[in-house]
């Protein structure tokens, strides 16, 4: 599969764009573990052309994560425009237009996936974004606004005719938001049919290597995009990549990661975070993987530490009540070199 002259070999595994997750340490943390290509929060146009200098931040990208894509969002032709300038000069591998995100600060104000309400300017933006740059462009989007609108089959082939070089799709409506099932058949319907010839992308509840595999084999998409499954566990991309490589044949044994190894690594991505902004600030932004790694599931009387380990205050006694976990699982706290 290929983005332009990136070449992503069979069955690519990406690292969806999510605001407050995909920043620099954890992209490269999901890059260590064999995500294909990652990409940066998704920014707002508007602010990016107004220079706020938070958003500017979030456009440093190291080369050490590339393949990597930087997403933006917004509602007007003009400013998406400037705006895809402007990150064109951040030197990106593919620049993303998200007509996806569902959140209502983001979809009620026309923006994300706000614009399946309004193909006509969808389209204006996609082409003119397209002419702008030199990059790739892509674009990820929804199955339609909701249930009586499913507009992707036919959408798709018309943003295909702005030229974008490859297209998201994710399996809900704007209306379900991140609730129920992701329906993949339209994406595999999009995927199958013969006027369409960019990469197609399925995205939606893709939570386990097997999983993984029945979108591939199932639906014939050239790539698939994980989220939240990510939360807490960017060592999935190691996973889905061993099983493929065990149902190939290229290798009979893969390394699993033990507790330890997981445990370590979520205290670095806690360094990580604590290193690159502050202590206060740095705990907040990994509470998130913490309450949503899988690795504490089914620890009998576990509620009351998972509620310390939330209300943490600082790096000692979040990095304590970690320790005091593995200590209980009779653990150590040395993490296999293979890895890092």
């Not at 933006?125 to 249930?147: D, H, Q």
């Not at 206060?280 to 576990?302: C, E, N, Q, S, V």
Request: hydrophobic letters at 40%; glycine letters at 8%; charged letters at 25%.
């Amino acid at each position: 599969m290929k983005i332009g002259n990136i070449d992503f070999g069979p069955r690519p595994v990406f690292l969806a764009p999510m605001e407050d997750v995909t920043d620099i340490g954890f992209r490269m943390l999901c890059k260590r573990f064999g995500a294909s290509m990652v990409y940066t929060e998704f920014v707002s146009a508007e602010a990016l052309v107004r220079s706020v200098k938070s958003t500017m931040n979030k456009l440093t990208i190291s080369d050490d994560e590339r393949p990597v894509g930087i997403q933006i969002y917004g509602r007007d032709t003009e400013s998406m425009v400037e705006a895809a300038r402007i990150v064109e000069q951040a030197q990106p591998d593919v620049i993303d237009i998200n007509f996806g995100c569902p959140v209502k600060k983001v979809a009620g104000k026309g923006a994300g996936a706000g614009m399946l309400q309004n193909i006509p300017l969808m389209l204006d933006i996609t082409r003119e974004v397209v002419k702008a740059v030199n990059v790739p462009v892509t674009v990820k989007t929804r199955l339609g606004w909701n249930s009586d609108q499913l507009v992707i089959v036919d959408l798709a082939e018309r943003l295909q005719d702005c030229g974008i070089q490859a297209l998201t799709i994710h399996g809900r409506t704007r209306a379900q938001m991140y609730t129920g099932t992701a329906d993949w058949t339209l994406i595999g319907e999009v995927k199958r049919n013969p006027r369409m010839h960019i990469p197609i992308i399925g995205n939606g509840d893709i939570t386990t290597p097997e999983e993984a595999h029945t979108a591939f084999e199932r639906y014939g998409i050239d790539a698939i995009m994980i989220g939240r499954a990510t939360f807490g566990r960017p060592w999935i991309f190691k996973e889905i990549k061993d099983h493929f490589a065990r149902l190939d044949g290229t290798t009979s044994e893969t390394a699993e990661l033990s507790l330890d190894d997981k445990i370590d690594i979520l205290e670095e991505q806690l360094r990580i975070n604590v290193e690159r902004i502050d202590e206060y600030r740095g705990i907040l932004h990994t509470r998130r993987h913490l309450a949503a790694t899988p690795i504490f599931k089914g620890i009998p009387d576990f509620r009351q530490t998972r509620i310390a380990m939330l209300r943490a205050a600082n790096v000692d006694e979040l990095t304590g009540i970690l320790e005091d976990v593995r200590k209980k699982l009779g653990g150590s706290p040395k993490l296999s070199e293979e890895f890092f």
